[in-house]
DNA sequence: TGCGAATGCAAGTAAATACTTGCTTGCACG
DNA sequence: CGTGCAAGCAAGTATTTACTTGCATTCGCA
């Protein structure tokens, strides 16, 4: 692993820990395996550093896609909230620093804004295809919906460290939410025999 | 104002817009105007005011209440729902300072964890008494929902300032999740005509 | 008036932290 | 071999920060 690749993901972990304030560069430092003196020779300053270790990221991802002709929405929407489920858990920690210094650091906390914003119109638009296709019922408000599917699997995966008993079971959970989704916008299972899970293409390690 | 409340309130304050790490004893006791020293002599460490003005914040907390009897489940979650959403969006920069800091200092984010958990039950509770009258569809997942529309809630009170476009208006915001939560369980207008707003009782200034 | 408690003020201390400088070491490449 | 670059290492600097100490001031109250 390359020094440069080394130091970011470092940074990351150690700005997951302990937030912008909390993540020393002699943490960094020891984190990387590697002298302090370099990370300012490579950066030039703490903040450079760290601003680029979000964007590096938050840049990478390449979360899951919903199909552009939708065939079975349950199946499709239950696979593509899990992904987003697990993408989201598995940031939480820098989710939750960026959330909470925003509003000190917002060129920083920003970057971590636009997958959700562009996770959501996904959502909106897909469901906007389903309703097209005729699967599910005319008056449901999906843009509510839509944002409420968000809402839900961010909760969880924010609320879950700390209130585990008012979530579903983590392995179920984004299946679940995507059910009551489904029920409320009327949403039926197509009647020819469906694939499971089509359509979701890929899906980063990050 | 009595002077440990000044400072109480002074502490949440800046620990709401700097964190716990950026909540200095100067900036402290420059916004209570108040000497630095006394910060000490009244409470004797920073962690320990801090501590104290989180819990005096989230302690007095006495959010409304879902009516014992439902009548009209639709107008009372409404209401419900806008009241909490009202408090997380008031208290949203020390919640999420406390949700990011949790895992270094679990003691004191562990207090802002009991409101949401304590709404999350008298949230579920209300919807089996609703579901008992018959208000509402047998098969659907009352605790899944209950889980939803409390996510719908605090999504929006964190997320609207970075990603104002993805939520509903915020006047009508808690009214349309509570709607697509009610479809999705079946929930009827009640045959009588109801009385609007019925049944929330107390929320705090806070 | 006088006493005691609470608060302000000035100053100081020890530690942490971001960042610099000067020098050495090792490694690639001609 | 030797030249140059990248990284390590030791040391230092200026600032911030939590917390202390000693003393002056003020206020309530008998």
Known sequence: MPLRARILEAAVRVYGAHGFRGATTKRIAEAAG??????????GSKAALIDAAIRDRTGR????????????????LTAWAAAIHAHMRRNRSMIRKCMSEMEERPEMSGAACEGPTWAHHELR????RVRAAGLAAPGADLIVAATMLMSSLFGDAMGRDMMPSIYPPASSAAEQYVRVIARALGISAPARAPK???????????
Chains 1, 2 share one sequence.
């Open 196 to 206: 499971r899970a089509a359509g979701v293409r890929a899906m980063s390690a990050s």
């Open 34 to 43: 590697v002298n302090e003196v370099t990370l300012f020779r490579t950066f």
């Open 125 to 128: 638009d897909y469901l906007t």
């Open 61 to 76: 991802d390449d979360i899951a896609h919903l199909p552009a002709q939708p065939a079975d929405p349950l199946a499709e």
